[in-house]
């Protein structure tokens, strides 16, 4: 699944998103916007831990290789995928639940989080706001050596924080 043809998407990947299923995408979209809204260059797949297990393998053989920087993995219900894929590359894998049908997304979380010492996801909160603040970590992540993207970076937090300074309550209609 590849989300749009804009620039970001089209150049050459420095952020992986994958996701379990294409069922994932309604989250993970909400990173996927955000690296749009950067102008950060990435690619968005499905790649299912227990039904592409050979394809996940590759993927994380040559996610460094491919300039990959980062991988912003998605995954619901039992949700190996962000640990998988962070035992197969030292590229940091960032880590999203994704909302599950019976469990509301607690059995998504406790999958990602819970990794044994050693090998690290970093883990984000349940649905959308983690998919979203997963783009957000990887962009700061990368604006430590990509002045522009910092420059953007301090802009988005300026905008955000003005946004709040102009809340009233109760709100508006
Ligand atoms: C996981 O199982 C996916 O990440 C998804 O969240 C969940 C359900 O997948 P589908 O049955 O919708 O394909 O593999």
């Known amino acids: 699944m590849t989300a ?3 620039a970001a998407a089209s150049a050459t990947p420095v952020v992986g998103v994958i996701m379990g299923s294409s069922s994932d995408w309604e989250v993970m979209k909400h990173a996927v916007s955000m690296l749009e809204d950067f102008g950060v260059a990435y690619e968005a797949r499905v790649i299912s831990a227990h039904r592409m297990p ?7 053989a040559a996610a460094h290789g491919r300039g990959l920087r980062g991988i912003i993995a998605g995954a619901g219900g039992a949700a190996h995928l962000p640990g998988m894929m962070a035992a ?3 590229v940091p894998v960032f880590g999203v639940p994704v909302p599950s049908k019976y469990l509301r997304g607690e059995d998504s979380l406790l999958s990602i989080v819970q990794m044994p010492k050693g090998v690290p996801v970093a883990t984000f909160a349940i649905g959308e706001a983690g998919a979203a603040n997963a783009a957000l970590h990887v ?24 946004a709040a300074r102009d809340m009233k309550v109760p709100p508006e209609a």
């Open 54 to 60: 050979q394809d996940m393998a590759e993927y994380g």
């Open 4 to 6: 749009k043809t804009s």
């Open 88 to 90: 197969l590359t030292e």
């Open 139 to 162: 962009i700061a992540t990368l604006a430590g050596t990509d002045a522009d993207l910092h420059q953007k970076l301090v802009a988005f937090r300026a905008r955000q924080t003005q």
